[in-house]
């Protein structure tokens, strides 16, 4: 069974930084295409970020590209997003999905809060 646990989500403040965890079990994420993407309140879900399974090559969405970086650990069978110079505008649930052609697997999400 596919399952895709988020956690590290919290309150920073502006300028901060956190790393979101993406824990894997039913499949391995070295032959599944990861991502990240996050819903604000009132707002649809966004693509934030996601890495190829094959080359491992990684996109980024223009509102995190050079703060946010995807990474993913093998081992581990584990994906993170490290999140640096945490704007306001960053709040929002955070998930973490899975696919081969596309994102059909999603976790429950993580809460992100970024606040003074």
């Known amino acids: 069974q596919v399952q895709l646990v988020e956690s590290g989500g919290r309150l920073v403040q502006p300028g901060g930084s956190l790393r979101l965890s993406c824990a894997a079990s039913g499949f391995t994420v070295s032959r599944y295409h990861m991502g990240w993407f996050r819903q604000a309140p009132g707002k649809e879900r966004d693509f934030v970020s996601s890495i190829r399974w094959n080359d491992g090559s990684t996109y980024y969405s223009n509102s995190v590209e050079g703060r946010f970086t995807i990474s993913r650990d093998n081992a581990k069978n584990t994906v993170y997003l490290e999140m640096n110079s945490l704007k306001p505008e960053d709040t929002a649930v955070y998930y973490c999905?899975?696919?081969?052609?596309?994102?059909?697997?999603w976790g429950q999400g993580t809460q992100v809060t970024v606040s003074s």
């Open positions: 999905a899975a696919g081969r052609n596309e994102f059909n697997y």
